[in-house]
Every structure is written in structure tokens, then in C-alpha cells.
């Protein structure tokens, strides 16, 4: 990374599954280690389901415990986002989409995003292009071209097991990271479209 080589990339996962173990979170960690295996990285994952009782019901940002803010300020301050969700009635959790509700609107601009989803099968591979990638659109984060989705048996219970989703793992971070070096050289505009 250049100007920052000596720092190490602050990549965030954030997991949307509602249970643990999940296979959601695996794939996650899975795509923070490819990271981790090219460049140096200070990495945290954020399981949903891990941010307490009162989070599912806080209607503001201020009713919010320590878990649920400090997962928002570390969402708001990386240099990667590794995001993913369970497909659920078609698309990402309630709770996954209830953490983004409190995300700044302009603090993601910017920011590379690698999506990815776990389902039942591989018709649910669609959630990537439509619910994550326009969700993340609204932020106006930069969105890695190539995401990843694993479905149940790609799983050998809860380790992933399937050489052709690594490979598209290996492929997702090689041709996110020349855009993710450049989005932490860049300096983000002032201007922030607001239409």
C-alpha cells in the first residue's frame, strides 16, 4: 500500500448471520485471511447476533450499547468491508440491514465493499447483485467487482469444503486489492452527492 505500506489495512467483517456457529461468519473469515495472506491487515469481525438483546430494538443510533457503537465506528473507519449475509426470504437478515441503518450516510464513500452470501442453493447467488451491491450503492462505497457465494454444500458442516469457492475467493481479492491500494491513497472528495 504505498504511502501506508507500513500500516496495516483496518479490514472489517461483518456477518449478518443470526446464529453461531454460522457458515456465514466462516466465509467471512475466510475472505479476511486471503486478505491477511497479501497484505498486512488489522482485521475484527462483527457477528449480528453477537451485539445484544437491545440492539434488535433500538430505534436510534443513541439507544445503541458499547457493542453495537463500537461496531458502527469500526464499520465507518475501515479501509475494507468483507460483508455478508444468510439469504433470507430472499434477501440479507432484518439484523444486517438494521446495523447499516445506523451507518452514517456519507461514511462509506468510497470505501471498498467485497460482498458475499450464503444460501441453501445456488439460486440464491442473485442476493449479490441485487440487495448487497445497491445497498452499498446508497453509501456510495466502491463496490469490488468480483463477489463470493457459497451455498450449504459447499460446507463440510461448518468448514468450508469447496476448491472452486476458494478459488473464487483468491479471484475476488486479487482483482479487489489494486482498487482497494487506491482507495486508501485517495483522498475522499468534499463533494457528496447528496441527489
Do not use: C
Amino acid at each position: 500500500m504505498s504511502a501506508g505500506e507500513s500500516s496495516p489495512l483496518r479490514v472489517v467483517g461483518v456477518s449478518g448471520s443470526l446464529h453461531a456457529p454460522s457458515k456465514t461468519t466462516v466465509l467471512v473469515e475466510e475472505i479476511v485471511a486471503a486478505v491477511a495472506a497479501r497484505v498486512p491487515v488489522s482485521s475484527r469481525i462483527i457477528d449480528v447476533a453477537d451485539l445484544g438483546g437491545s440492539f434488535a430494538g433500538a430505534l436510534t443510533r443513541a439507544e445503541l450499547g458499547a457493542p453495537a457503537q463500537q461496531a458502527l465506528a469500526d464499520i465507518e473507519s475501515a479501509d475494507l468491508l468483507v460483508v455478508a449475509s444468510p439469504v433470507y426470504r430472499a434477501s440479507f437478515t432484518g439484523l444486517f440491514k438494521h446495523l447499516f441503518d445506523f451507518v452514517e450516510q456519507y461514511a462509506l464513500v468510497g470505501t471498498p465493499v467485497l460482498v458475499a452470501a450464503t444460501g441453501g442453493g445456488d439460486r440464491h447467488a442473485l442476493i449479490l447483485e441485487h440487495q448487497l451491491r445497491p445497498l452499498f450503492g446508497f453509501f456510495q462505497a466502491l463496490t469490488l467487482p468480483v463477489g463470493v457465494y457459497a451455498s450449504a454444500g459447499d460446507f463440510d458442516g461448518y468448514a468450508l469444503g469447496s476448491a472452486a469457492v476458494r478459488a473464487r475467493i483468491e479471484q475476488a481479492v486479487d482483482r479487489g486489492l489494486p482498487l482497494i491500494r487506491k482507495a486508501v491513497e485517495q483522498e475522499v472528495s468534499l463533494y457528496v452527492s447528496n441527489w
